[in-house]
């Protein structure tokens, strides 16, 4: 079992930065991949970046000039960093982790429990 406590987010304008954490327990995040997905209301979870048990990452095209996925083996968390934030950015971000790598949300069992970015116009 892997518990996953999120931190950071919050409200910030249009061009700013904000960094996400996602913090775990139970279980040494090596040997699972990490993914950060993001949703706002009335549409589906939509995936942002993972980062493999391997240290690969991926990204969503969209976000993937300005978002950056990485992970600090001593603190057993994993960070998602966003730059140059815009307005469509705005949504509840969840972090998630499971043994093997994967855009699709069904395929992570362990969840963190979100928080919410604002980007502001």
């Known amino acids: 079992q892997v518990q996953l406590v999120q931190s950071g987010g919050g409200l910030v304008q249009a061009g700013g930065s904000l960094r996400l954490s996602c913090s775990a327990s139970g279980h040494t995040l090596n040997d699972y991949a990490v993914a950060w997905f993001r949703q706002t209301p009335g549409k589906e979870r939509e995936f942002v970046a993972a980062l493999s048990w391997t240290d690969f990452t991926y990204y969503a095209d969209s976000m993937k000039d300005r978002f950056t996925i990485s992970k600090d083996n001593a603190k057993n968390t994993v960070f998602l960093q966003m730059n140059s934030l815009k307005p469509e950015d705005t949504a509840v971000y969840y972090c998630?982790?499971?043994?093997?790598?994967?855009?699709?949300?069904?395929?992570?069992?362990?969840w963190g429990q979100g928080t919410q970015v604002t980007v502001s116009s």
């Open positions: 998630a982790a499971d043994r093997a790598y994967s855009r699709k949300i069904t395929k992570y069992n362990y």
